[in-house]
């Protein structure tokens, strides 16, 4: 069975600064002595076992040890209310990694799933801002970071990272998140955005 998934990808993580996660490919320690995550998925197109997937909104909620290699992670997924039970069926065989794409390569990280819900959600994306919130009890916002000479956003590459190997870096001015059993909340902490694509 072939698959695709593609859009905007946006991510706040708990750390103080560019989340060496990334940049390390797992191999360097958050900068807190945990690691909690969301990263939101907006597919413009898609399609998994014939159920068309564009317009779904998804965010996957993290909470892991510093050391994200060290696995034992705790995973939930918040879809947005529009979602049908069918896409939510398929996104959950996605989700298990049973059907390949980057969720195959990091199952073997996780070791609780606390299933998926249901909320409200916004993406809000305006020239170099965004502004993410899930229900009223997930809100962060941010803006892309650039190059003060060239005005042209600043990015990393070449790491290994479920939304791809480019990211652009961003300055989350504000969060405060509580879902699914996880939270923290701070200013100035790591996010990233890009567009993504997967596929099996």
């Not at 996660?21 to 076992?49: H, I, Q």
């Not at 990091?106 to 993406?123: A, F, T």
Request: one cysteine or more.
């Amino acid at each position: 069975m072939s698959w695709f998934l593609k859009g905007d990808y946006y991510e706040n993580c708990s750390c103080t600064n560019t989340c060496p996660c990334t940049w390390s490919s797992m191999s360097a320690p958050a900068t807190n002595d945990y690691c909690r995550a969301n990263l939101a998925f907006k597919v413009s197109e898609g399609e998994v076992n014939g159920i068309n997937m564009s317009g779904l909104v998804f965010v996957i909620i993290i909470d892991s040890p510093p050391l994200m290699s060290d696995g034992g992670w705790k995973v939930g997924v918040v879809v947005s209310e529009s979602t049908t039970d069918e896409q939510m069926g398929a996104l959950g065989e996605v989700m298990s990694g049973d059907i390949g794409g980057p969720a195959a390569m990091l199952k073997d990280m996780i070791g609780e799933m606390l299933g998926m819900e249901r909320h409200p959600v916004s993406i809000d994306a305006k020239g170099n801002d965004f502004h993410i919130t899930i229900g009223q009890s997930f809100e962060y916002n941010a803006t892309i970071i650039t190059n003060p000479m060239t005005e042209e956003p600043v990015k990393i590459v070449g790491m290994m990272h479920p939304a791809g190997d480019e990211l652009t870096l961003a300055n989350v001015h504000k969060s405060n998140a509580s879902i699914m059993g996880v939270s923290f909340s701070g200013e100035n902490l790591s996010g990233y955005t890009s567009q993504f694509s997967w596929a099996a």
